[in-house]
């Protein structure tokens, strides 16, 4: 899947970037469609940091004009596994429903800044690696958030009440993770550049049992492609 082309060209698009793998597809994704890539990372507080510096080399390998870090710190409110230390980080294989590691109402939170941030830059588009195929069961990675996240920008701001189309672009919807994985490197991505593992060794390499990392292996095996990060 791709982007329809930027209109006007050159358009901006504010692209949420985690450090991992799908955010850099999507973005690679809007700047082969010609967006201006600004480049959003939310420091959560998370207990994975180190995709805050994969962050930091996915958005200058994308050409990003601009890139923000922005400090927000949900373990403040806990609730999940990547927040809270208590909550152990599961490795014993893709959970059934709603995970530990859902992070409570992450990508509304995201979206609702990026969409801040796209609103004072006079842009209309925002971009974000959610996938709803090959996830992991989080409720704000389906397409119908997305829509219903896209209308309500439409009725909350300056823009949308003055006939802006504010779109959320969420390209990987309806891909599998090895269709994300071939994207990459169709786009000529380095996915080394990337971080997935929730739960890093203590020697900084993925921990290979936790979701991400599973779901990750998965896409590399059946795209037929080796994981550079690895």
Not at 52 to 65: C, N, S, T
Not at 73 to 87: M, V
Not at 200 to 224: M, N
Request: aromatic letters at 6%; a negative charge; hydrophobic letters at 50%.
């Amino acid at each position: 899947m791709t982007l329809a082309p930027a209109s006007p060209n050159n358009a901006i698009a504010v692209a949420l970037i985690s450090g991992g793998l799908d955010s850099m597809v999507a973005a690679g994704m809007a700047r082969a469609a010609g967006y201006r890539l600004l480049a959003l990372t939310i420091d959560y507080n998370q207990r994975h940091r180190i995709e805050l510096k994969a962050a930091e080399r996915v958005a200058a390998m994308l050409g990003a004009e601009r890139h923000v870090i922005l400090p927000l710190d949900l373990s403040r409110f806990g609730g999940s596994a990547l927040t809270d230390a208590s909550i152990a980080v599961p490795g014993g294989g893709i959970e059934a429903g709603i995970p530990v590691t859902y992070v409570p109402a992450r990508n509304t939170i995201f979206l609702s800044v990026a969409l801040g941030w796209a609103e004072a830059m006079g842009a209309n588009d925002l971009v974000i690696g959610i996938n709803a195929l090959d996830y992991s069961g989080y409720p704000d990675c389906r397409p119908v958030f997305i829509a219903a996240f896209e209308a309500m920008a439409r009725t909350a701001t300056k823009a949308g009440v003055e006939g802006a189309t504010l779109t959320v672009h969420a390209p990987l919807a309806q891909m599998s993770k090895a269709g994300i994985v071939r994207a990459a490197a169709e786009l000529g991505l380095d996915a080394a550049a990337t971080w997935s593992c929730y739960d890093p060794t203590p020697a900084d390499r993925p921990c290979g049992v936790c979701d991400s990392c599973r779901l990750r292996a998965k896409g590399f095996t059946e795209a037929g492609l080796t994981d550079p990060a690895l």
